[in-house]
Every structure is written in C-alpha cells, then in structure tokens.
C-alpha cells in the first residue's frame, strides 16, 4: 500500500520535487489520488518536471540540438518547446521534419508525448490527409519528411522542429532547404530531437557556433521503468550500439570501413527535384 503522504510530507514540502523522489510505481500510485485539476496542473508544470537536458537554454541561438539516448524524453522536450512558441506570439508557421510521414504523425504529433498530448488545448484542427496542424492563435503546423528536400523548397517558417534527423535519407538537402526557409520573425530557430547515428550532417550542425547541444543519456529520465532501464543496460552497455542508443554518443565510422557514410555523402549527383544519387543510379544513402 502507498503510504499516506501525511505522514511523510512537512508543510514546506514542494509536491512536485516529492513526486518526482518517488519511484515510479508509487509516483503513479501518488498522482491517482490527486482530484483531476490538481492532476491537470502539476502536468503542465513542464519546467519543473522537464529532467536536465529537456528545458531550452538561454542565450542567441538558430539551433537546439536535444542529442540523447533512446527515453530520454526529446520528443516530450521538442513538443514543449514548440508549444511555448504558439503560445506566446502571433500566428506563426511551422514546419515538422521528421524521417517518413509516417513518424512525423505518429511520433511528432500523434505520439503519447507529441502535439496532440502536449498542445491539445491550443488545437482546433488536425487534418492527416494534409499533415497540417491549425491552432486557436492562427499558427499553423505542416509535416515534411527528410527524403523530399523540393518540397521545403519555397515554404516560409518562424520554426521548425526536426525529428530524428539522423534517419532522414536526404539530410543534407532537407537541412538546406529547411534553413533557406527559415526566415520568418525576428528570431527563426529550429529543434533537433535526436538518437545520433553516423554521418557528417549532424555534426555539421553541432559545430555551427550558432547552434546549442543539450542531452544524455537513457539512464537520466527518472520516469523510465527502473527494471527496463537495468536490462538494455546489462544486455548493451559498452557497446557501440549501446554507446549510441543509450548514451547518446555520436560515434566515429566504423573502424577499417570500406564505404563511410561521409565518402558517400561526397560522391552523391544532384538531380532536378534536389535529391542526391549516386553515380551508378541508386538512391542517395541514409544520413
């Protein structure tokens, strides 16, 4: 049985740092016993549940790269910080990137942490067929993908959100079209949620003296199931896939490789709709 928060709680105590003390079957167990609009508000009280890494930082910045291992909460982090911008400004636009349309629906906005959970209040229409988002302050939200770079071609945002961007086949073109877009307001600025993978895209933009990294790894979001986290850390700890999925680095090429994704990158041609193949005709390969 829970124990009864009476017993345990001095009247100076911040409910939420309690909360988040708790392991998280009792944590669940704590908020079922709260009446709804007590529930409500402890739920958009984002900053103080967001974990260190999830929260924008301060500063001139064009690009937040969220750069961390699988749960650790980026999209969560991503859909907060978009919905702040809707929240607090003119109607705006909006472009969400994800890898396929597929993701950018069922992660970015259809997703237990995308807009629908995150910005519901702000929604008044969602329509699939189109991929566009409408909200009650006149922004509008419309999904792209990473492998249709000419369609970024022409559209005009305040912001973006990227997701996955280490999955996207036409990184490089996407990111470009992307940011020759990005020129709406006073202070265009883009997020990138992301499990790095290889590839000099990512890194590229990492280096821009303009762009912020914030992050970690899987181990750091204290909402994750403790049983969960203990097993992919027995069975992928140390190794290179457990380096990139858990702790979110962003690994060299495999050593002694043949092909590297950046020597491919180098020998992609152009076409007319933007898209890179390569010299015998194939598609371009996956950033």
């Known amino acids: ?78 859909a907060e910080w978009l919905t702040a911008r809707i929240a607090g400004q003119a109607p705006l636009k909006i472009a969400l990137v994800g890898a396929t349309l597929d993701d950018a629906r069922r992660v970015m906005v259809e997703g237990v942490s995308g807009l629908l959970a995150v910005a519901g209040d702000w929604i008044v229409e969602w329509r699939p067929s189109l991929g566009r988002l409408r909200f009650r302050t006149g922004a509008e939200a419309q999904l792209f993908t990473g492998h249709t770079p000419h369609l970024l071609r022409g559209p005009e945002h305040h912001y973006a959100w990227c997701d996955e961007l280490a999955k996207w086949e036409c990184a490089q073109e996407c990111w470009d079209m992307l940011q020759l877009g990005l020129r709406l307001g006073g202070n265009p600025q883009a997020v990138v949620t992301t499990t790095p993978g290889s590839g000099p895209v990512l890194r590229q933009i990492m280096d821009d003296p303009a762009t912020v990294v914030t992050g970690g790894p899987t181990r750091a979001n204290p909402h994750l199931a403790a049983a969960w986290k203990r097993r992919v850390e027995r069975l992928y700890a140390g190794t290179r896939l457990g380096r990139q999925e858990l702790d979110g680095e962003l690994l060299p090429g495999a050593a002694g490789a043949l092909w590297t994704v950046e020597l491919i990158e180098k020998c992609r041609i152009p076409t007319r709709n933007g898209e890179g193949t390569h010299p015998e005709g194939g598609g371009g390969a996956p950033s």
């Open 1 to 78: 049985m829970f124990p009864r928060p009476e017993r345990l709680l001095a009247r100076d105590t911040d409910p939420v740092a309690y909360l988040r003390s708790l392991p998280p079957e009792w944590r669940h167990a704590a908020l079922g016993m709260l009446g709804e609009e007590l529930r409500d508000g402890l739920e958009r009280a984002w900053d103080a549940w967001a974990h260190e890494g999830q929260l924008a930082p301060a500063g001139e910045w064009s690009t937040w790269v969220i750069k961390a291992g699988r749960g650790f909460g980026k999209t969560r982090a991503g």
